[in-house]
């Protein structure tokens, strides 16, 4: 027998009417009542219709510990809300990312999350946020703004807050030759750490900071390339612009003869967790993983239940995790 909202009120002790805002999301059910009819529907077998139960999170860097993470905490925060959610691996801003939001659309999709995509470009095709805006579905950003402003939450961690925390632990230690291995131009997150890297030397009276930056690639390779390069300048510290980069630049250190943190000092960024157990344990900086995860969700329940949320980025501060890879600089 095929059950319906009629026997789910029933077994939970509710009105029809309340089961039908626990599936659509609405406003005016208590915690324990949403949970009351979730657990009615399970023990009933009750089936939602898959067509608007989608939430699709665009990401380019799934294998990244620190993107998956939030993924996962965003699919968690979801679930109990009967949404499905979708990971769309995809490079950022390139045309499998409008295939898939098109494909999407037209199967029901109820909200998009992009997780450091095509919100991430500067002067990417805003092709992809038209098409959901024409069709009403809402769309939230995590780690870039979209082109064209702020008609969107967006969620970010604080990139120049970031910097100056690498900056500032560094220079505490004695290093005034401090490099940084950034991503590439053009990549919003990327042009904040480098604009909050060259603030904070300039600050502590470095001149002409930006000749101590590399621009590379967020990988491993990147910032091997990114160190040889600084190593070259004289650095005796690098601030990589993430985790990955940051291994590459202890590699990099190590082939060409140097030992970290004896001779180099690295500060990755992002803060997964796996940083504690690599060789050396890498002080990185953190970003709010949890709370950035927490907002998009909560923002895409907010806006599936058609409650006003605020629009514009949303600043989330970093946290300075200080583990073996950095010590004071020694005469080379």
């Known amino acids: 027998m095929k059950v319906g909202i009629t026997e789910v009120a029933g077994r939970a002790g509710v009105s029809e009417a309340t089961v039908s805002r626990v599936i659509n999301r609405r406003q005016g059910v208590s915690r324990r009542t949403r949970e009351a009819v979730e657990q009615a529907m ?20 799934v294998s990244n510990p620190f993107f998956a993470d939030v993924c996962e905490r965003i699919e968690s925060t979801l679930a109990p809300h009967g949404l499905k959610t979708v990971v769309c691996p995809c490079f950022a801003g390139g045309v499998q990312e409008l295939d898939y939001l098109t494909s999407l659309a037209e199967r029901g999709v109820a909200a998009v999350v992009f997780l450091s995509a095509s919100n991430t470009i500067e002067g990417a095709d805003p092709q992809a946020y038209e098409l959901l805006r024409s069709r009403r ?5 995590v780690n870039g703004q979209f082109e064209g402003g702020g008609e969107a939450p967006v969620f970010s ?10 900056v500032d632990h560094l220079f505490r ?43 590379q690639s967020y990988t491993v390779e990147g910032g091997q390339s990114a160190a040889v390069a600084l190593l070259a300048r004289g650095a005796t510290a690098i601030v990589a ?22 001779d180099v000092s690295v500060v990755g960024y992002d803060g997964s967790m796996i940083m504690d157990f690599v060789d050396p344990p ?23 239940a058609h409650r006003d949320v605020p629009v514009g980025e949303l600043l989330f501060d970093p946290e300075l995790v200080i583990r073996a890879s950095t010590a004071p600089p020694r005469a080379r």
């Open 173 to 215: 230690l004695g290093h005034r030759r401090i490099g940084m291995a950034s991503g590439p131009v053009g990549n919003r997150p990327a042009d904040r750490r480098v604009r909050g890297f060259v603030d904070a030397l300039g600050r502590r009276g470095i001149e002409e900071a930006e000749q101590w930056v590399v621009r």
């Open 282 to 304: 890498l002080t990185t900086v953190r970003q709010p993983a949890d709370r950035l995860a927490a907002e998009a969700a909560r923002s895409v329940l907010a806006l599936l």
């Open 157 to 166: 961690t604080d990139d120049l807050l970031a910097a100056e925390l690498a």
């Open 137 to 141: 579905i809402p769309f939230v950003g």
């Open 42 to 61: 399970a023990d009933l077998g009750y089936e939602r219709q898959t067509q608007g139960q989608l939430v699709a999170v665009v990401t380019e860097l």
């Open 241 to 262: 612009a993430s985790d990955y980069m940051a291994l590459g630049a202890i590699r990099g250190a190590r082939r060409q003869g140097w030992e970290v943190p004896g």
